[in-house]
């Protein structure tokens, strides 16, 4: 079992920054893909970023590309999501999320999920 829980969310003005963070305990964070999520009210859960083991290698959905950036610290065993120039379409309940596969952009490559946070955008 791998155990998730994220932080960071919040109420921001559009244009801003904001930093998730997804904290990892139960079985070896470094074995495991990790990725973003998001979902808004009454939308399906989408993909947002992922990035492999080692954090060399890192996916993200069209819609965030040159906005967000995501990382890793396989030592203090936490995943991060650094957004900036935030939208009011931003605006969803982030969920981590911990899959053995590799990087995938499906809900379905990813075993363990978080409880998610809000992140509301305002305009």
């Known amino acids: 079992q791998v155990q998730l829980v994220e932080s960071g969310g919040g109420l921001v003005q559009a244009g801003g920054s904001l930093r998730l963070s997804c904290a990892a305990s139960?079985?070896?964070?470094?074995?495991?893909?990790m990725a973003w999520f998001r979902q808004a009210p009454g939308k399906e859960r989408e993909f947002v970023a992922a990035?492999?083991?080692?954090?060399?290698?890192?996916y993200y959905a069209d819609s965030v590309k040159g906005r967000f950036t995501i990382s890793r610290d396989n030592v203090k065993n936490t995943v991060y999501l650094q957004m900036n120039s935030l939208k009011p379409e931003d605006t969803a309940v982030y969920y981590c999320?911990?899959?053995?596969?590799?990087?995938?952009?499906?809900?379905?490559?990813?075993?363990?999920w978080g409880q998610g946070t809000q992140v509301s955008v305002s305009s």
């Open positions: 999320a911990a899959g053995s596969l590799g990087l995938g952009s499906l809900t379905r490559s990813y075993d363990y």
């Open positions: 990035i492999n083991r080692s954090g060399g290698t890192t």
């Open positions: 139960g079985r070896t964070f470094r074995n495991y893909a």
